[in-house]
T-cell receptor, first 115, second 114 residues
Framework: AQTVTQSQPEMSVQEAETVTLSCTYD???????LFWYKQPPSRQMILVIR??????QNATENRFSVNFQKAAKSFSLKISDSQLGDAAMYFC????????????FGQGTELSVKP | DAMVIQNPRYQVTQFGKPVTLSCSQT?????MYWYQQKSSQAPKLLFH???????NEADTPDNFQSRRPNTSFCFLDIRSPGLGDAAMYLC?????????????FGNGTRLTVT
């Protein structure tokens, strides 16, 4: 069975600085998708960034980028120029390539941003 | 704006008293999901609908049921809520079940059981 592990329950970053959130996963599949979701306090969960396992190039969305290491089964999220609005719970998630694959979440990392 | 709407935001029910949570979507997505998220934990998939096809997770208690009367609406019924069912319930949609089709979440309904 696939599992997703986020080893950092809490992280803190100074405003305008860079922070990296860690995620590792376990799977025997070769094709799959990885996601980072953001869940601000009392607000809806939204997609931050996604990565296809068959793509070697790391995904980037503005200030958010990933470091995808397929052999190591690692998928970290880097947030550059951190802003107060980045404070949230961040979930790493895995999904199988084929239809029917459910989204499997990690335990989450709570990120606080200090002004 | 197209979105996923959950009502109510907060729901209080008594131990053993049936409760229904609702979700609607204007995205016209094929798939609708229900997740249970307990405090400081990862969301856990309860079940999903692909169109009218219901798919239950193996470890979802029988106490939890769902209905999808049409594309836009999906309901979560808890037949006899226990104290352990207090949680945030998240509804989500996606265009397709797998692959790169991202999930779109509602704001959630926080259920309290007294």
């Amino acid at each position: 069975a696939q599992t997703v592990t986020q080893s950092q329950p809490e992280m803190s970053v100074q405003e305008a600085e860079t922070v990296t959130l860690s995620c590792t996963y376990d799977t025997s599949e070769s094709d799959y998708y990885l996601f980072w979701y953001k869940q601000p306090p009392s607000r809806q969960m939204i997609l931050v960034i996604r990565q296809e396992a068959y793509k070697q190039q790391n995904a980037t969305e503005n200030r958010f980028s990933v470091n995808f290491q397929k052999a190591a089964k690692s998928f970290s999220l880097k947030i550059s120029d951190s802003q107060l609005g980045d404070a949230a719970m961040y979930f790493c998630a895995y999904r199988k390539y084929n239809q029917g694959g459910k989204l499997i979440f990690g335990q989450g990392t709570e990120l606080s941003v200090k002004p | 704006d197209a979105m996923v709407i959950q009502n109510p935001r907060y729901q209080v029910t008594q131990f053993g008293k049936p409760v229904t949570l609702s979700c609607s979507q204007t995205l016209n997505h094929n798939v609708m999901y229900w997740y249970q998220q307990k405090s400081s934990q990862a969301p856990k998939l309860l079940f999903h609908y692909y169109d009218k096809d219901f798919n239950n997770e193996a470890d979802t208690p029988d106490n939890f049921q769902s209905r999808r009367p049409n594309t836009s609406f999906c309901f979560l019924d808890i037949r006899s809520p226990g104290l352990g069912d207090a949680a945030m319930y998240l509804c989500a949609t996606s265009r397709e079940r797998g692959g790169n089709s991202p999930l779109h979440f509602g704001n959630g309904t926080r259920l309290t059981v007294t």
